[in-house]
């Protein structure tokens, strides 16, 4: 019996040491554990195909909190606002993880700063610029709405493309067109091509806006 009783003792020991073993990260109300930083490790490379270490995981992790946690005390209507938005998208189940919501939550956060870059400062030079960097931009052209393919052109320093690819981003249109030796022909762009060009652009303002981004995070973290 007291045998027993002294193995309990040992399990509920090796347990309890096990269980706070886990716990990776204590401080100021916030508590980080292993599963936490293995659901976001998961999370980063479902989203952006990378892998993140557990160091960088855990810095991920306790920043994104304290940046949360200061929203939800100062700014609690954006923090309503940005949860109505994501919960457009994704199911609620998912959104009732601490980890993915608080996830989502800072990608969100970190999307207005490109969102407001492209509505209110991207400009044609920019996107000109990125084109440029770029080997080719080989994409076919059409007279009859891309039904029969008269060429493919590499297009990525024709100016006339580039300013109308610039005036339907900024308008959500996709009449795209070039004007060649007066005529007039339809530039076929499908979604794969489409969305390879906005990624281009959409990593150029996530390092243009990288800078802007970290001071509103330290403000945030140091208040």
């Known amino acids: 019996m007291v045998f ?15 269980s706070y073993s886990k716990v990776v990260y204590e401080r100021d109300n916030l508590v980080i554990t292993e599963i936490d930083i293995n659901s976001y490790q998961n999370l980063y490379k479902e989203n952006y195909n990378i892998d993140i270490n557990k160091t960088n995981s855990l810095k991920d992790l306790v920043l994104i909190n304290n940046v949360i946690n200061n929203l939800e ?4 209507e954006f923090i309503n606002k940005i949860d109505s938005e994501i919960l457009l998208r994704f199911d609620k189940k998912s959104f009732e993880n601490e980890v993915t919501r608080n ?4 990608s969100r956060i970190r999307d207005e700063f490109i969102i407001n870059y492209f509505q209110n400062k991207l400009t044609l030079n920019e996107v000109n610029n990125i084109f440029k960097d ?3 931009l080989n994409l076919p052209i059409s ?3 891309c039904i029969i393919i008269k060429d493919v052109l590499d297009l990525k ?3 006339d493309f580039i300013e109308n690819f610039y005036n339907n981003l900024k308008n959500n249109t996709n009449e ?16 794969l091509a489409y969305k390879n060009i906005e990624k281009l652009i959409v990593e150029y303002i996530r390092i243009k806006t990288a800078e802007e981004f970290e001071t509103f995070v330290y403000d945030k973290t140091s208040n």
């Open 4 to 18: 027993k009783v002294f193995l309990c003792f040992l399990f509920s020991l090796f347990f309890n040491q096990y």
């Open 73 to 76: 005390i100062n700014n609690a």
């Open 103 to 106: 996830f989502l939550r800072f």
């Open 134 to 136: 770029l080997d080719n």
């Open 143 to 145: 007279v009859d709405d």
């Open 157 to 159: 320093d024709n100016k």
């Open 176 to 191: 795209f067109q070039i004007i060649i030796n007066e005529d007039k022909y339809k530039v076929c762009i499908n979604e």
